[in-house]
Every structure is written in structure tokens, then in C-alpha cells.
């Protein structure tokens, strides 16, 4: 078989192959008090490895906010905290087991980042004018970034979107327009989840490619999502 010119060597296909399988949402971490300090300019870099993603019509849509404020970082976890519950109040059949979800990673990690679309993302046309949420998908491009970034270096990051938007963006002076997609945990931690969290916790497993791989239109007999709760 005639070797591939821009093929990456085995052992590099290999590592990027086990950091997409060992990324996990983190939620809890070694209290900052507690743990080494990151590495020197590690947020700088995740920043850049979130900059380094596609975006539809290169609009760049991200933009991120260091919390290094004590007090704003207590009000972003009580806005937390508050959704927390109203989502556990709207989930009367498994209340208990989502009320086990933690969200001590906002006061525990090291650091605490607030991912946005820009405000004036409107005027970007390419690739929105049918599909508008592609900013959103954009992001989401960029956060994977900085989950295998950060795992490559076995730093654990959390997204975590238990909060109201419209509540978030004046604690952060945001302008009209622009709009908190997640709040990042980012931090040491004792271990890596061997399998997702939400997984472990018995709210669903991941799907089989059967399940998610069609040919030319859908199935009859696919199954739907996951169940929602």
C-alpha cells in the first residue's frame, strides 16, 4: 500500500486517537490551594488552541473572559447553584440522582474562564444565512480544542452551562449583543473519569455507530435519542 504523503506517523495517530477517547468534562478538582500551580501560560495556550479552530466563514465568533475576581467568581457559582436546582425541580423522576451532580469545580479550580459569541456576529452572512447557529457550532469547535489540549497535558477542563445567560452577561459587563455560551473550570485533579460522568451515573451510554451512521436517508427503524430527562 503506497504510503499517504501527508499522513501523520503512527504513534502520533495513536495519541490523537487517545486523547479524543480520555477527553472528559471534569467536574471535580484538586482544590487551587491544594494543587501545583499550572503550568506557566497554560491558560494563554488554551486560548490559542481554542483560536486555532474552524469557524464558519472565519468569522471567529469566541471570545473569552479570565474571572480572577473572588467575589464575581461566588456570584457566577449562586447563579449556578440556582439552575442547578430548577433543573433538578424539573426532573421529578431522577431529582435526587441530578441533585448528585456537583458544581464545586467553579470554586475549586484553579481557573475560571467565560466563553461568549462576539456581539456583532450578525453581520457575518457566510455560512448563517439558513443556518444562524453556526456561530454556536463554531464555538463548540473551539472548546473541543481546549478539552484535548488540556488533557493532552493532563489538566482537567469543565464546561458548565447550569446558569441563565441573561443573568451571567451583566456580572460580566457583556455588550448588547454578545452572549455566555459556558463557563470553563479549568484545574489539576486527582483522576480522570474512566468513563463520561453522566455515564457512570446511569443517565444513558454512548450510542453505537449503527445508531448514528445512516446511508442516504433515515431509517424506518432507527432509534431516536437517548432518553431525555
Not at 499550572?38 to 474571572?67: D, K
Not at 488540556?150 to 441563565?164: P, Q, Y
Not at 480522570?192 to 446511508?215: H, N, S
Request: charge should be neutral; hydrophobic fraction near 45%; glycine fraction near 8%.
Amino acid at each position: 500500500m503506497t504510503h499517504a504523503p501527508h499522513r501523520y506517523s503512527n504513534s502520533e495517530i495513536d495519541a490523537l486517537w487517545r486523547v479524543l477517547r480520555e477527553r472528559r468534562d471534569m467536574r471535580h478538582f484538586v482544590p487551587s490551594g491544594e494543587a501545583e500551580p499550572l503550568p506557566a501560560g497554560f491558560v494563554e495556550r488554551l486560548v490559542e488552541a481554542a483560536h486555532l479552530a474552524p469557524s464558519v466563514g472565519f468569522m471567529q465568533p469566541w471570545r473569552f473572559i479570565r474571572v480572577t475576581d473572588s467575589g464575581l467568581r461566588q456570584k457566577m457559582r449562586a447563579l449556578v447553584e440556582a439552575e442547578r436546582l430548577a433543573t433538578a425541580a424539573a426532573l421529578p423522576s431522577r431529582q435526587e440522582d441530578f441533585l448528585g451532580v456537583k458544581i464545586e469545580g467553579i470554586r475549586e479550580c484553579a481557573e475560571l474562564l467565560v466563553v461568549t459569541l462576539m456581539p456583532e456576529r450578525e453581520k457575518h452572512i457566510i455560512g448563517r444565512r439558513m443556518l444562524p447557529e453556526m456561530d454556536v457550532a463554531s464555538v463548540g469547535c473551539a472548546v473541543q480544542n481546549m478539552w484535548l489540549a488540556a488533557r493532552a497535558e493532563g489538566i482537567g477542563l469543565g464546561w458548565v452551562s447550569f446558569f441563565d445567560p441573561e443573568k451571567l452577561a451583566p456580572l460580566l459587563a457583556l455588550p448588547p449583543g454578545a452572549r455566555p455560551l459556558g463557563i470553563l473550570c479549568v484545574g489539576r485533579v486527582s483522576a480522570f473519569y474512566p468513563r463520561p460522568m453522566f455515564e457512570d451515573a446511569g443517565w444513558g451510554k454512548r450510542l453505537d455507530i449503527d445508531d448514528v451512521l445512516f446511508e442516504n436517508r433515515w431509517p424506518e427503524d432507527a432509534r431516536g435519542t437517548p432518553t431525555a430527562y
